[in-house]
């Protein structure tokens, strides 16, 4: 195999890797859904039910309630 074929095969690779559902944990979905709500049509998407959107092709935005830490905890990475 020759190194263009190599490149071609690597990005057929790549281009068939695809996320479709994807669960964001949020500290508060009172606080959170509106930010959201105003966002992912924007982008695209529809409320297909209470917390969960899609944009038609298979893609899924879950939102569920982080789960609560220990009152001594102050490490938040990642969580809105």
Request: aromatic content about 10%.
């Amino acid at each position: 195999m020759d190194a263009q074929s190599d490149m071609a095969s690597s990005a057929t690779a790549r281009a068939s890797v695809r996320v479709d559902h994807v669960t964001l944990l949020v500290g508060s979905l009172e606080v959170s859904m509106p930010y959201y709500d105003a966002l992912l049509p924007l982008l695209g998407f529809k409320k297909k039910r209470d917390h969960v959107w899609t944009d038609g092709s298979g893609v899924f935005f879950q939102f569920l309630m982080a789960p609560r830490q220990h009152p001594n905890c102050s490490d938040r990475l990642g969580w809105i």
